[in-house]
């Protein structure tokens, strides 16, 4: 390793990050935070990220359950069974639309092997939310209430789990010398393309390094600043269940323009179109007719108390 090669770096910030790992325990020197050779798997910092996002999350959410009176064994009970089929979902999704990939090979084999990357989040979102419909029915909980309190607690899983996509050294975008562009060892990253060996190749200190658009961290600094808005607005929403809709229509938003920046996207029946894409052009676009609608309603529902003063 070339001492004077920083693994990641911010050329325009200034910052440069040397000896980033990848492991919480590896069996590479270079890349683990515990080096313990012969250790029988490598536990990877995206995991470590992606559990303290779960845990934040949860705690975010008790601390909303608390203050609004609600039950904290309620949302106990939505992460107990929310985790695994978020987990389902992030995985169904990913292997739905990327099955090509993976045909004449075991489902079963290849649904557990998530140590070779492909989780979506909008599967997980959809996981979350069928779990939350189901312990709805189960407690006589509307699905609203369940989806208002846990809105901003997604949000910041997602910004948490994100950053096991610094530590792996993916989700990045196409060449950029903007003012975040980031540098990263060649020989550290993961899905690189073509395009990229050919536009984003740039060398120092006698290393060669990817110069990328770090989209994993646009896609962080929004959400946190989406969760923040969500958590602030919400005392004051007009009707149950607009919090989940301004989740969604945000969120989409944001993905929408992180996706277009993306170099390893997953593209939609050879259109030539980001799934991911398509997939938050619905979200925002339904959130936002219901949003619309949701409004409506509750500036009628105003009305006659207004007119009765």
Same mark, same amino acid.
């Given at each position: 390793?070339?001492?004077?090669?920083?693994?990641?770096?911010?050329?325009?910030?200034?910052?440069?990050?040397?000896?980033?790992?990848?492991?919480?325990i590896?069996?590479?020197?270079?890349?683990?935070?515990?080096?313990?050779?012969?250790f029988?798997v490598?536990?990877?910092?995206?995991?470590?990220?992606?559990?303290?996002?779960?845990?934040?999350?949860?705690?975010?959410?008790?601390?909303?359950?608390?203050?609004?009176?609600?039950?904290?064994?309620?949302?106990?009970?939505?992460?107990?069974?929310?985790?695994?089929?978020?987990?389902?979902?992030?995985?169904?999704?990913?292997?739905?639309?990327?099955?090509?990939?993976?045909?004449?090979?075991?489902?079963?084999?290849v649904?557990?092997?998530?140590?070779?990357?492909?989780?979506?989040?909008?599967?997980?979102?959809?996981?979350?939310?069928?779990?939350?419909?189901?312990?709805?029915?189960?407690?006589?909980?509307?699905?609203?209430?369940?989806a208002d309190?846990?809105?901003?607690?997604? *949000? =910041?899983?997602?910004?948490? @789990?994100?950053?096991?996509?610094? !530590?792996?050294? %993916? /989700?990045?975008?196409?060449?950029?010398?903007?003012?975040?562009?980031?540098?990263?060892?060649?020989?550290?990253?993961?899905?690189?393309?073509?395009?990229?060996?050919?536009?984003a190749?740039?060398?120092?200190?006698?290393?060669?390094?990817?110069?990328v658009?770090?989209?994993?961290?646009?896609?962080?600094?929004?959400?946190?600043?989406?969760?923040?808005?969500?958590?602030?607005?919400?005392?004051?929403?007009?009707?149950?269940?607009?919090? *989940? =809709?301004?989740?969604?229509? @945000?969120?989409?938003?944001?993905? !929408?323009?992180? %996706? /277009?920046?993306?170099?390893?996207?997953?593209?939609?029946?050879?259109?030539g179109?980001?799934?991911?894409?398509?997939?938050?052009?619905?979200?925002?676009?339904?959130?936002?007719?219901?949003?619309?609608?949701?409004?409506?309603?509750?500036?009628?529902?105003?009305?006659?108390?207004?007119?009765?003063?």
């Amino acid at each position: 390793m070339q001492y004077n090669a920083p693994d990641i770096w911010f050329p325009n910030l200034g910052l440069r990050l040397n000896s980033v790992p990848r492991y919480l325990i590896g069996d590479n020197p270079d890349l683990s935070i515990i080096y313990a050779p012969g250790f029988p798997v490598n536990i990877f910092l995206y995991a470590i990220a992606i559990i303290t996002g779960i845990v934040s999350a949860y705690f975010l959410a008790i601390w909303y359950v608390k203050k609004s009176g609600q039950k904290v064994e309620d949302y106990l009970d939505l992460l107990l069974l929310g985790v695994p089929m978020a987990f389902l979902g992030l995985r169904l999704y990913y292997l739905i639309f990327n099955w090509d990939s993976y045909s004449g090979q075991n489902f079963i084999r290849v649904f557990f092997d998530i140590r070779g990357g492909g989780l979506a989040i909008y599967g997980g979102i959809i996981g979350a939310a069928l779990a939350a419909t189901i312990i709805g029915v189960r407690k006589n909980i509307p699905f609203t209430v369940l989806a208002d309190t846990g809105a901003p607690s997604m *949000l =910041l899983g997602q910004v948490i @789990g994100r950053w096991g996509n610094f !530590f792996n050294r %993916e /989700a990045f975008g196409s060449y950029s010398d903007g003012l975040f562009a980031m540098r990263i060892r060649l020989d550290q990253a993961h899905y690189i393309t073509t395009e990229l060996l050919e536009t984003a190749v740039v060398t120092a200190y006698g290393v060669d390094y990817l110069q990328v658009h770090p989209t994993f961290l646009y896609e962080a600094a929004f959400n946190f600043v989406l969760m923040v808005a969500l958590i602030f607005y919400r005392p004051h929403k007009k009707f149950s269940g607009e919090i *989940l =809709l301004l989740y969604f229509l @945000g969120y989409g938003v944001i993905r !929408f323009f992180v %996706e /277009a920046l993306r170099t390893d996207q997953m593209i939609f029946a050879n259109t030539g179109i980001p799934l991911n894409q398509i997939t938050a052009v619905l979200f925002a676009v339904v959130s936002a007719g219901l949003l619309i609608a949701g409004h409506l309603r509750a500036r009628r529902a105003e009305s006659p108390s207004k007119r009765r003063r």
